[in-house]
């Protein structure tokens, strides 16, 4: 990409108030953002610069990093560092919307639960205890082997294993929420509970929801990692973290770059979610910042 | 004016305490409260009055008991009616720091209800609003400000403009100035008595201060413990109160008059007992200088009933004639 094109989009992408706006954050949410923005523009950027695609066998196998290749190959002869980048995009999209699924369900779940406090409380939460008693990579694997392995069956066991811990914290917030006054308020003039809880609930305990969910996507990420791993999340050849790695335990000696890449690529996104997720919560929770 | 706007009979609210006990937080009130009146609804806290208010607008279900609205018997309608029975009867709540949405802009915290009631364009519920707006005395520009924004005194303005906007027949008011500076308490307490003189409102003024609420109040109901143990015309109540609880309050008001002969205060003893487990009889007698046998055996009712005149002074003591 030349010089010029690069000024010309750039000030688009980035308006100054957004930057500024960044730079006035704590320390955390700096590290953490730029280490994800960097990862991201490498997942989506990388396949556009790497001429290599993630499946050709574009070497001998077990190259040593090289110029060519900067990660050297695997036993087939692909590209490390482009399996690698395709890998990075497959697993944020899926753990972002196992994410996204489990905080629209775990937030109704719980916001339900706190609101009528009683025996749909009750049966509710039970329900969360018994699905929570499950180890949950356990529980995964059960509900894979069940469902049968695809990216879309690997998406809902992992929305469903993170449930409860959204469930709990919109739980928790709304038990608190629903004796405000301004919840009350709405009641006495007629607002529908539905309603309510879409108006004044909601928007009143969506921060905890958020931090949560930076935690949540690095568990995604790792459950999504340790499946492949285990040979029941994303099927070859289709590149994945914790796939490359099994593939590789067998000449882990003797090529260790086949498993050093993907996994510091993984700790390198958990960090950046950790770190996020710990400076979000310094800035909001009162009882830390004060 | 004979048919009473509101009545509440046998109006009882007992809250599971676990371990099969309950609190008996409200326990057999009756009260009528007429159009165009305000009632003063006074007592120490826990008494049970905010419980009652809560009863009143549906906020709490009765344990037993009814609340009657303009004949209508409330926990008996269901749907349309009973939503439209709500419109009526509307609350102004005692923290304005708590009872508007952070996140909301006055605009939408005033027309929440309109916009439940629903069957109203979005020009036809600014208008009313910026109408409600200048009635409590907030600029419209008010409209597109968040509640944190305004001082203590133009939230509960806010608060007010909220409930009346519904042009509700009934206003149940809990504590409205309890939670502001005593420099604008009289502010409100004035603009409600314009806005009820204007509007032709009702009011259940629900205070724990006496002063305030003689100040507002055509009539006033003393509660103690989940009852109502003195009722009356104001000037009554504070002039000539029957019950031993209700001079107990009155003596604990401070005189301004400095050349005043001071006047004797009667000073309770101990706590209020717990609303779990009540004493049995007159619910005041573990407190009561005058309490004899009589009062730990039989419940006194509220009296006398020679007048047939409801809002006669009444008060609930088997000594009332003896302690005045």
Redesign the interface.
Known sequence: MSERSKTAWWPELFPRALIRAFLGQNILIRIGGVLLVALLALALGGPLVISHGPTDMVAMSLQPPSAANLLGTDLLGRDVLARTLDAARTSLIVAFCAMALSLLAGAAWGMIAGYNVGSVDLVLMRVLDVLQAFPPLLLAVALVAVLGTSTANLIFTMSVLFVPQFARIARSATLLLRR???V?????????PL?NLL??VL??ISTPLIIESTSVITAALLTESALSFLGMGIQPPTPTWGGMIAESTSVMTRAPWLVLAPGSATILVVLAFLLLGDGLRDKFDPKVSG | MTEPLLTLRDLTKHFPAGAGKVVQAVDGVNLDVYEGETLGLVGESGCGKSTTAHLI???HQASRGKVIFAGEDVAALSGRAR?SI??Q???I???PN???????RVRSIIG??LV??GGMGRAERDALIREMLEKVGLPPDAMERFPHEFSGGQRQRI?IA??LV?RPRLVVADEPISALDVSVQSQILNLMGDLRRELGLTYVFVAHNLAAVGYVSDRIAVMYLGRVVEIGETADILNTPRHPYTQALLSAIPDPDIGAAKKARIVLQGDIPSPIDPPSGCRFRTRCPMAQQICSEQVPMLGPHTSQDRRAHQTACHFAGAVS
Do not use: K
């Open positions: 405000r006054q301004f009350l308020a709405a009641q006495v003039l007629g607002v529908s309603r108006t004044h928007p009143n | 607008v549906g906020l939503q709500r419109h009867m509307q609350y709540f005692q923290d708590d009872s508007l949405d952070p996140r909301m929440e209800g439940a009631r608060g909220r409930a519904l």
